[in-house]
């Protein structure tokens, strides 16, 4: 393994990286240990050889940049989507001709995907999971963690050879290229607009108005801490705490600390700002309470869930002929889509933007049949 971080080892990596067919490439950050959250490794292997970057050093990595764009070289990812949305949030890079070998195992019928279980399946290598949790952020690395990091991509490209091969004996390589192809417009979003963060809480719709309102102030508050100390919201405290606070209203540090979820160092560290942050919530008036985020009504239309019904046992049947997984084939949301359009021809599909060539392919005369024939 070859550490670099430095731009003259940057600069020489990418000018043995630019004649390359083939390169693997993975992304370690530090998520879990930081509220702005950051790419902290670049792992990468070719031919024979495996490297980490370090962009923590601040080198320039526009070289990089410009072999992850390079249609003249395929990259190879395992569980691409995440690792896309951060390298184009941190550097502006956009990634194209990519595989990737977890999409390549769920298309030919995986029960395990996971990159552990994919080298363990191909390779008998068995891949230490000790420092999946681990802070990325942190220098030095032991030669433990860089190990780890290096196991990622050391096997990848190896690995979609294998994979390909499988697809293209099956017929089904092409479904995997345009699901790549789909793949490389992802971008990085924000995971919540923050004036509504706390309805993004699970069980947060459980709450009522009032509670609703203690939730929202302790979500904010929560998050300022945490943006303050680069740390976490969880690390600061967790959902569940701030659920049952929410729903108890506690009034004191004894009704505080009888709230099963809290732990002491929460009491102790945060009591006072909870309790306030509860008697504000107690006084304000109904008018300045958030509104319940209750389900609309709707009005069912029993001929789209017949049809619905219809096209869903197609695709489980088809589903279970290609030994794939019901959703990987037609999420419940293409399919609604296909029953409110209500094709009557094969070619009316195309109006359904969701649905892949692939999957029209392989049943789309049969979902327009099942609409289409009258029920014996």
Known sequence: MKWIASQESLNE????????SIVAFDTEADSLHSYYDKVCLIQISAGADDYVVDPLTKIDLTRLGEILSNPAVTKVFHGADY?????????????????????CAQLLG????????????????????????????????TSQMLAYATMDTHYLIELQAQLREKLEALGRWDWAVEEFGRMESIKFREAEEKEEGFRRIKGSNRLDRRGLAALSLLH???????????????????????????????????SLKSVKAVAP???????????????????????EL???????GWVRDKNLERRLEKLKKVRDEVAESLKIEQSLLAPKHVLTSIAELDPKQLDDLDAVPSLRRWQKSVMGEQLVKALTEPAV
């Open 290 to 296: 958030p509104a319940r985020a209750d389900s609309k």
């Open 83 to 103: 690792d896309l949305r951060i390298l184009r949030r941190d550097f502006g890079f956009s990634v194209v001709n990519f595989v990737d070998t977890m999409v």
């Open 265 to 287: 160092y929460h009491t102790s560290r945060f009591g006072r700002e909870i309790l306030s942050m509860m008697s504000k919530a107690r006084g304000l008036d109904e008018s």
């Open 110 to 141: 995986y029960e395990s995907f996971g990159l552990s279980a994919l080298l363990k399946q191909h390779f008998n290598v068995d891949a230490d999971k000790s420092h999946q949790r681990a802070d990325w952020s942190m220098r030095p690395l």
């Open 220 to 254: 904010d508050w929560r998050d300022g801490l945490a943006r303050k100390s680069d740390r976490p919201p969880f690390k600061i405290i967790g959902n569940e705490a701030m659920l049952e606070i929410s729903r108890a209203l506690p009034t004191n540090i004894e």
């Open 13 to 20: 990596l990418a000018s043995e990286l630019e004649p390359a």
